[in-house]
């Protein structure tokens, strides 16, 4: 949160499941950053959805470049994902996905915990 305020890095790019996980530490200056940036809402579907039809006008504006989205999947993506036997573990292996899908593939990239397949779900665990 202290790299959001310091402009480090762009609010935008934090998840809301980050932002969940974060609503529920305890310390104060935390709050005040997350408020700050974040509200008190909870979910931005609305923002997800336009953002969605942003991207969408775009790929069907005219044709792709496989050679420039392998680039940005090595970038952006293969940190934690495998694709064709490149990249890492954290995440599921990308290789089989439906990717013929445009709906599916444009949910799971712009909001990638909007559906967390099994075996790869976040766990809060509070301890006294």
Known sequence: MRAIDEQKIEADNISEE???GLRRHNDEEMKKIIKKY???KVSNKKSL????ENIRSVIES???N???GRIIYKERCASCHVLFHSGGKVGPDLTSYQRDDLDTMLTS???PNAEIREGYESIFIQTK
């Open 109 to 111: 990239i712009i909001a």
């Open 49 to 52: 959805f336009e953002n969605i």
């Open 18 to 20: 980050a932002i969940a």
């Open 38 to 40: 974040f509200g008190d």
């Open 62 to 64: 005219g044709p792709g």
């Open 66 to 68: 496989p050679y420039r």
